[in-house]
């Protein structure tokens, strides 16, 4: 498991930058051509998360933030969306703007009772057309609009009731807690699977039902006669461990 914390010390001030999105590139990077990572996690701080887009650098160079920042910012949302790991966003504090996107593009969402989630930039004429398609993901598209139309900021029982947040947790201990408890499935996973259930996932939204089943169908008869699948049901059925079964284990944190 690998950690990626954004900001220096990632306090709920963090903002998105240029510079800050291409650090996360770079770590995005690392993590993808790392075997021995399986699970990525995505936190800051005690008390923060992401408070979106840095405002007094969007006033100082909109130029820059709009050639260099927004690319920059799209191949975040892409590179978590697609990573071959399992992507665990950890949100302790505010989560607004750009910062809801980087937290709902994760497979997995924690968050603390002290949580905020909102989309403020229809009050400044901007539209969160970024994060819309990946909070759709999670959300009914109604229920998204009405995120951003309201302007307001929800908090995390809020977030969890209308199914953006995947677990609440009383606090940053618990939290913890709960991840250790979801890594304790992650880690059984065969790592080739991860990619593969994202592919298919993200075709099968694209597909009437009838041909969604039929892909599924060509998926499953691909990979069940897979000799790493053949193999693995062979060792279930006889009882004996699976070779790819891990335990939670800490790593340091990247930032």
């Known amino acids: 498991m690998w950690r990626i914390e954004l900001g220096p010390g990632g306090r709920d001030e963090v903002t998105i930058t240029c510079e800050g999105l291409q650090e ?28 979106g887009m840095d405002l007094a650098t969007l006033a100082a160079d909109p130029e820059r933030e ?23 966003a950890l ?6 703007g750009g ?3 980087l937290a709902a593009s994760a497979d997995v ?13 229809l009050m400044l004429g901007l539209v969160p057309a970024m994060v819309l398609p990946v909070l759709m993901q999670r959300l009914a598209p109604q229920k998204a609009r009405l995120l951003a139309l309201r302007l307001g900021v929800i908090d995390g029982a809020e977030a969890r009731r209308i199914g953006l947040v995947d677990e609440l947790c009383a ?18 996973i ?11 996932a993200a075709l099968a939204a694209t597909l ?18 897979q000799a790493e699948t053949v193999a693995a049901v062979r060792s279930f059925v006889a009882g004996e461990p699976l070779g790819w079964l891990a335990r939670y284990w800490p790593e340091g944190v990247k930032r």
Do not use: H, I, W
Request: proline content about 4%.
């Open 66 to 88: 709009t050639s260099v920042g927004l690319p920059r910012y799209a191949a975040c949302l892409r590179a978590l969306r697609e990573s071959s790991k399992v992507v665990v």
């Open 171 to 188: 606090d940053e201990g618990a939290m913890e807690r709960a991840l250790r408890a979801e890594l304790k499935n992650l880690l059984r």
């Open 109 to 121: 969402l924690l968050a603390t009772s002290r949580s905020s989630f909102g989309l403020p930039e």
């Open 208 to 225: 009437d039902p009838a041909d969604a089943v039929e892909a599924g169908r060509r998926l499953t008869a691909e990979r069940t006669v």
């Open 99 to 101: 910062g809801l996107g």
């Open 24 to 51: 996360l590139l770079d770590l995005l990077a690392e993590a993808e051509r790392a075997a021995e990572c399986r699970v990525l996690v995505l936190q800051a701080g005690t008390g923060g998360f992401c408070r």
């Open 91 to 96: 949100v302790d504090g505010a989560a607004l």
């Open 190 to 200: 065969r790592p080739d699977a991860v990619p593969a259930l994202k592919r298919f």
